[in-house]
């Protein structure tokens, strides 16, 4: 069964770091390609970030030069570095992978909520 599951998250001032983590199960982790999504309040979930299974990252606009995403090929877990973390961050993270190589991603963990506020 796979099984992803997100930690890192918390409350955090503007200006700060987090690092979210998601270790996965259940799956050839090497071979997955990896994402991050957030949903904030009354808002669709949107796409944050992406990491092939070969190490090539995408990032969302929005958070370009301030979020950096990786993987850790030897501990199944991908992370997500948040630096100068904004309010309009505020959002559950939830990581996610494909059950089929060119799937949609279909797999989701629980998500982790990420608060930043003064």
């Known amino acids: 069964q796979v099984q992803l599951v997100e930690s890192g998250g918390g409350l955090v001032q503007p200006g700060g770091s987090l690092r979210l983590s998601c270790a996965a199960s259940?799956?050839?982790?090497?071979?997955?390609?990896m994402a991050w999504y957030r949903q904030a309040p009354g808002k669709e979930r949107e796409f944050v970030a992406s990491i092939s299974r070969n190490g090539v990252s995408s990032i969302t606009y929005s958070v370009k030069g301030r979020f950096t995403i990786s993987r850790d090929n030897a501990k199944n877990t991908v992370y997500l570095q948040m630096n100068s973390l904004k309010p309009e961050d505020t959002a559950v993270y939830s990581c996610?992978?494909?059950?089929?190589?060119?799937?949609?991603?279909?797999?989701w963990g629980q998500g982790t909520q990420v608060t930043v506020s003064s």
């Open positions: 996610t992978t494909r059950s089929t190589g060119s799937g949609p991603y279909d797999i």
């Open positions: 259940g799956i050839i982790f090497s071979m997955s390609a």
